[in-house]
């Protein structure tokens, strides 16, 4: 029994050896993977470890490395282990042309082809750089910008009869929407724009430097429009509810004010524009670019040689699935149709004394 003992030690003494030969010939490093992924049929980007029926893009990229031979299979199972963060967590149905996500891998031979063979379509891994060690990708993160493509008829007002194919936005209303969006610049109280975050709640302040409405285009015979923002953080839904605002004041549902009470005390209900057209753009690192982008050692965390592949990405899978999925599940003209629903009028305060007068 002994000698058993014995000899199943001298094997998994000799496995282990293998292993670290292996590991040395391809030691560890810490990287940042520049991914873009289509969000449809996933469940955000964030792995839920232990429930397996909502499928998420880490799902199968973790999948992915672990095939590929960047990573051991138990580091799938404890993402600590190789020192996985996201930059961003990206909503369920939310798309991405530039998301990072630092992690320590084996840096094997044409590592990026190998991880992408085994990812679908429409996720690839776009570009890799080495980074320092301490690196971590949401902290590091200075701000994120997203776009939020939408058919430019949500902008219709809501007394006028529109058709939908037909709606194009005139230059009046361009103008109005993108003064009501650069109300958000700045930093201000964001408590009604998440759920969960009550008004002295110090993480419900975020800093907005930019946000406006591109030009509008036409696409499958609908016109569409992109609002780009850009911002420190965001909080969950925070975006989709900005636009959502805004897309109920220009169609005449609510007041212009309401944007401003919106950051005071009161709850104020805020619509939450749907998930399909947001897509995480890009984020910057402008800071560490500062501190190690010319250290002799590290590059800058800037993606100017990707940007073709990017764009090519967008035009593959995410503006088609976009605009098909509007054309099939008329997802935003749905949620038109719920705007009337909202009480933009009354505050919570206002309502409990209503409901105390019918009493």
């Known amino acids: 029994e002994e000698n058993g003992h014995q000899n199943k030690r001298l094997k998994s003494d000799a496995d282990e050896e293998d292993a670290e030969d292996q590991n040395k010939r391809s030691p560890k490093r810490k990287i940042v993977l520049l991914m873009a992924y289509s969000g449809k049929g996933y469940h955000g980007m964030q792995r ?24 051991p299979e ?7 282990k190789m020192s996985f963060q996201r930059c961003a967590r990206t909503d369920k ?30 996720i690839r891994i776009l570009g890799l750089k080495r980074v320092t060690g301490g690196f971590n990708s949401k902290n590091k993160c200075d701000a994120r ?55 002295r709640d110090p993480s419900a302040k975020r800093y907005i430097m930019e946000m406006y409405c591109g030009e509008p285009f036409v696409r499958e015979n609908i ?6 923002v850009k911002g420190q953080s965001f909080m969950m839904h925070q975006i989709r509810k900005m636009i959502g605002l805004v897309i109920a004041i220009v169609k005449g549902y609510a007041a212009e004010s309401i944007i401003e009470r919106s950051w005071g005390e009161e709850k104020v209900d805020v619509p939450k524009a749907p998930g399909l057209g947001l897509v995480l753009e890009r984020v910057h690192f402008e800071k560490y670019n500062r501190r190690f982008g010319n250290d002799g050692l590290h590059e800058p965390l800037e993606w100017t040689e990707e940007e073709e592949k990017i764009a090519v990405f967008k035009e593959q899978y995410i503006y088609p699935t976009i605009i098909n999925t509007e ?5 935003m003209a749905n949620w038109l ?16 004394a209503n409901n105390k007068n019918s009493k």
Not at 48 to 71: H, M, P, R, Y
Not at 184 to 194: A, E, S, W
Not at 337 to 352: E, K, P, R, Y
């Open 337 to 352: 149709n719920t705007l009337s629903i909202h009480d933009f009028n009354s505050s919570a305060v206002g309502m409990q």
């Open 48 to 71: 839920n470890v232990g429930s397996s029926q909502f499928k998420t893009i880490e799902d199968d990229l973790v999948s992915a490395l672990v095939q590929s031979g960047c990573i």
């Open 145 to 199: 910008t997203y776009s939020y493509m939408l058919p430019t008829f949500a902008f219709a007002h809501k007394d006028h009869d529109v058709q939908e194919e037909v709606y194009r936005l005139d230059k009046e209303t361009l103008e109005k929407v993108n003064k009501l969006l650069a109300c958000y610049k700045g930093t201000h109280n964001f408590h009604n724009f998440t759920s969960q975050k009550g008004p």
């Open 74 to 80: 138990n580091h799938g199972e404890d993402m600590k």
């Open 93 to 122: 149905g939310v798309s991405a042309a530039g998301q990072i996500v630092s992690l320590k891998v084996r840096l094997i031979d044409d590592i990026l082809e190998k991880i992408n063979n085994h990812l679908p379509s429409h």
């Open 223 to 228: 016109e569409f429009a992109v609002i780009k």
């Open 327 to 331: 054309r099939e599940e008329k997802s």
